[in-house]
Nanobody, 126 residues
Framework: VQLQAFGGGLVQAGGSLRLSCAVS????????MGWFLQAPGKERQFVAA????????YYADTVKGRFTISRDRAKNTVYLHMSSLKPEDTAVYYC????????????????????WGQGTQVTVSS
């Protein structure tokens, strides 16, 4: 599976941004897709995930109510809609793919996702 993330940029605090992840080499209806962020000098952290067959979603507590993950099966694309952005959201954002399905209470780590895109930079200015 190949993943290509794009849509990052510079935005002011309180603003919005939409990231996209184009998926190729697999069907859009299988497995779980996720977004992670990695700030300079820090570990890669889970942001959100979506279960592809039914659209069920998972979120880190830090982004609940601000970020929304969605998928377009016809376009083989997963989106991360980010609103009410804060300077601490500044990071490189990566999309990732897992062939597995997870219960809704599952807490993801980067080890759950064997496939990764190249990352896109999001910078939130104060």
């Amino acid at each position: 599976v190949q993943l290509q993330a794009f849509g990052g940029g510079l935005v002011q605090a309180g603003g919005s941004l939409r990231l996209s992840c184009a998926v190729s080499g697999r069907t859009a209806n299988s497995g779980t897709m996720g977004w992670f962020l990695q700030a300079p000098g820090k570990e890669r952290q889970f942001v959100a995930a979506v279960r592809m067959y039914d659209g069920s979603t998972y979120y880190a507590d830090t982004v609940k109510g601000r970020f929304t993950i969605s998928r377009d099966r016809a376009k083989n694309t997963v989106y991360l809609h980010m609103s009410s952005l804060k300077p601490e959201d500044t990071a490189v954002y990566y999309c990732a793919a897992s062939p597995r399905y997870y219960v809704l209470s599952y807490r993801f780590t980067r080890g759950d996702f064997p496939s990764w895109g190249q990352g896109t930079q999001v910078t939130v200015s104060s």
